[in-house]
């Protein structure tokens, strides 16, 4: 098993900056992959970014390119997304997920662990 802690969500002004953390741990090894999604009340789990945990691939939303960044520190065994320029529309629960599996994905249900999540509210 996997385990997922997220932290460093909170409140933060439109065109402000925030920094998620994940730190994973138990049978890390078995992780290839790792994501961040995002969630509404009344709507589907979003995808955001993902990043390989050996190449350091990444891939993100349309939605959020050019603001955020996705990164890794494999010796900490941790994933970061840096958010920068919020906006109102990126208010949402904020969840860190792994994947056993080989390639990148942006579906949720392909992803094996998942962290509580942590709320990220832009004011406008």
């Known amino acids: 098993q996997v385990q997922l802690e997220e932290s460093g969500g909170g409140l933060v002004q439109a065109g402000g900056s925030l920094r998620l953390s994940c730190a994973a741990s138990g049978r890390t090894l078995s992780i290839n992959n790792m994501g961040w999604f995002r969630q509404t009340p009344g709507k589907e789990r979003e995808f955001v970014a993902g990043?390989?945990?050996?190449?350091?691939?990444?891939n993100y939303a349309d939605s959020v390119k050019g603001r955020f960044t996705i990164s890794r520190d494999n010796a900490k065994n941790t994933v970061y997304l840096q958010m920068n320029i919020l906006k109102p529309e990126d208010t949402a629960v904020y969840y860190c997920a792994a994947r056993r599996g080989t390639f990148l994905s942006i579906r949720p249900e392909e992803y094996d662990y998942w962290g509580q999540g942590t709320q990220v509210t832009v004011s406008s």
């Open positions: 990043i390989s945990w050996r190449s350091g691939s990444t």
